[in-house]
């Protein structure tokens, strides 16, 4: 705490593993993975600031009542969430659209994993994913994997009834950042009778937080989810429960 400034933050680094799925009587490591509702890194801060304005405060400390109502006596607040992406894995059905990963193609026990040549980037840049492809005008993003064009590039077929190297929840999805703000004031205007303002701004910065690749096969492309069950917080003008900034008033009255 510092001349009304007061701010708290926390950072935590987490790790987590699970084990599931039917193949984990034949292998234990192959069904180990980490937690896909675990993140790595996490970061959050909070705090409130008195501004410096009115009767006794830094800036017009002499004026009088009535200016002292109007400028004097506000506090902003602010609450920040910045986090790592969650952890999600790939897989395919049909490698190329015509090979199957198991000799029986009735047979699904065993994960369709390819091999993986390099490491893909996942990181968000502004509204494009690094490694898609984007429709700015209708606000929806693509994902590609893998294209004809180059087949031997990220990933390869790893052979019939074999499980490839790239593992299960490897790979990370965008990071999450969100900030909140508020701006109150608080003003008797009797002994017995108060009035508090205040103005809430949810997403301040309007900033897009998406969720994982909603379908994580390599030859399919779909959108990157928007919704805050799977990791996002959404975006105006974006698919599955977009959420741009919001802004809150409200006066309340306590006697």
Known sequence: MWKGLSATANYQWASAFADNGGF????????????????NQQLVAYGSYDLPFGKGKQFA????HAADLLIGGWQLSTVMNWSSGLPFGLGYSNFGGNQSCHYNTG???????????????????????HGLTGDPTHGTITKTFWTPQSPGGVFSFPGLDKIGNAGNNNYFGPAFFNSDLSLT????????????F???AYNAFNH????????TDIFSSGPI???????????????????????????????
Not at 110 to 120: Q, Y
Not at 208 to 215: A, D, E, Q, V
């Open 24 to 39: 984990w009587t034949w292998s234990h490591v192959v069904t180990h993975f980490r937690d896909t509702n675990v993140r």
């Open 61 to 64: 400390p002499g004026v009088n």
């Open 107 to 129: 047979d699904s026990a065993a994960p369709c994993r390819p091999d993986a040549n390099g490491r893909l980037k996942t990181k968000m840049s502004g509204p494009i994913f």
């Open 185 to 196: 004031k608080a003003f008797a205007i009797h002994e017995s009778v108060a009035v508090k």
């Open 198 to 200: 205040r103005f809430d």
């Open 208 to 215: 897009i937080s998406s969720g994982n690749p909603s379908n």
């Open 225 to 255: 989810d928007q919704n805050s069950g799977n990791g996002g917080n959404g975006y105006g003008g974006m698919a599955n429960g977009a959420q741009p900034r919001q802004l809150e008033f409200s006066l309340r009255v306590n006697f």
